[in-house]
């Protein structure tokens, strides 16, 4: 069972990548005749909610979604969701009603083919710089105010302890505070049934269940509120993921 899982794996890693790569005429055509962020939404959505649903059947992996209701695609949100896999960002935006950019890591962009995807269509952090860091929360600030949501992991990358969660990070709680933007809440609940290791390739076929809370909102709250409101997100995700557990 340990090698299929790890044959599948390598198959959805070059599945992943050849789509990618004749996915590549569209993001170049698009960029072309609509350059700027016309083009950036349409590649965005193509990625979610074409690209994404096609690598997802592919390889025989089902999102189920609840909770959709509780959010606007059009709307302007902080997202946070926890992070298990590499798997993790596919699902993230299969849920998602409408389109949003990542915040990730400068160290993504020396994928091959998907490093490309990653520099044009996600906001970048070289997490290991202070000057880095400073800058993306500037950028991050002006994409929310031009009216794009954002997803950051508050966990920072993917959870590598036994806990179903790891330490969260302030800095998306403290953007949404600042920016006033609503932080909308997605909990994978059972992706280690799927993917059941951060630390090598592993997936299989089968299901995978998201849920959604209802988003906090941040209007009245300021820069003292920043520790309850991140353990109230925690609380929500925990008490998803417990009763799966």
């Known amino acids: 069972m340990g090698v299929f899982r790890k044959i599948w794996a390598v198959y959805a890693v070059l599945l992943f990548l050849l789509l990618l790569l004749l996915s590549m005429p569209f993001f170049l055509f698009n960029m072309i005749i609509s350059p700027g962020n016309t083009a950036l939404r349409r590649n965005i959505w193509y990625l979610h909610h074409v690209f994404t649903p096609v690598f997802l059947r592919l390889t025989g992996i089902f999102v189920r979604v609840s909770g959709t209701e509780k959010i606007d695609g059009r709307n302007s949100y902080v997202i946070v969701g926890n992070h298990n896999a590499a798997l993790d960002f596919i699902v993230n935006a299969a849920a998602f009603p409408g389109v949003f950019r990542f915040l990730a890591k400068q160290e993504l962009h020396k994928v091959p083919v998907f490093g490309w995807v990653v520099k044009k269509m996600c906001l970048t952090v070289d997490r290991s710089s202070a000057m880095s860091r400073a800058r993306s929360v500037v950028e991050l600030k002006k994409q929310l105010e031009a009216g794009w949501s954002i997803f950051i992991y508050p966990e920072g990358g993917r959870n590598r302890t036994p806990e179903p969660l790891a330490p969260f990070y302030e800095g998306a709680f403290r953007i949404a505070v600042q920016t006033k933007a609503p932080i909308a809440i997605q909990t994978i609940v059972n992706m280690k049934s799927i993917s059941a290791t951060a630390k090598s390739i592993d997936l299989r ?41």
Do not use: F, S, Y
């Open 205 to 245: 076929p089968g299901r995978v269940k998201i849920v959604w809370d209802d988003p906090i909102e941040t209007h009245n709250l300021t820069a003292a509120d920043i520790p309850a409101l991140m353990e109230q997100v925690r609380q929500r995700m925990l008490g998803h993921l417990r009763q799966t557990a």
